[in-house]
């Protein structure tokens, strides 16, 4: 899809770890522009009280958390209706990706 002068490609490939029995859903987001984007943000998830557990790691709710791969920095921001798990952009011409993986445990 398109948003502005962005090209988007997002798509997702689920799998089990055996490990630690989680589900984890890996969701592959690629941005493309030829123009310089500014003060952009990316919700990847909301939740009535999220956590931040560690660099890049959020508790969304009891049984779901997100981790942002990468150099990708990641915050918490309050709603009005709910808080929310946001990657802040500023994108250059080019392509920026953007991996996240939601964590069902």
């Not at 030829?34 to 790691?57: H, P």
């Not at 150099?71 to 709910?82: K, Q, S």
Request: a negative charge; glycine letters at 6%.
């Amino acid at each position: 899809y398109r948003f502005d002068d962005i090209e988007v490609e997002d798509f997702s490939v689920d799998h089990f770890d055996e490990e630690s029995g989680d589900c984890i859903l890996t969701r592959q987001v690629r941005l493309q522009t030829n123009t310089r984007v500014k003060g952009l943000a990316f919700r990847i998830a909301s939740g009535a009280e999220i956590k931040k557990m560690s660099a890049g790691l959020f508790q969304v709710t009891p049984e779901l958390q997100v981790r942002v791969h990468g150099d990708l920095r990641a915050a918490v921001e309050n709603g009005d209706a709910a808080m929310h798990v946001v990657i802040p952009l500023d994108l250059e011409p080019g392509t920026k990706k953007l991996e996240i993986d939601y964590i069902w445990q």
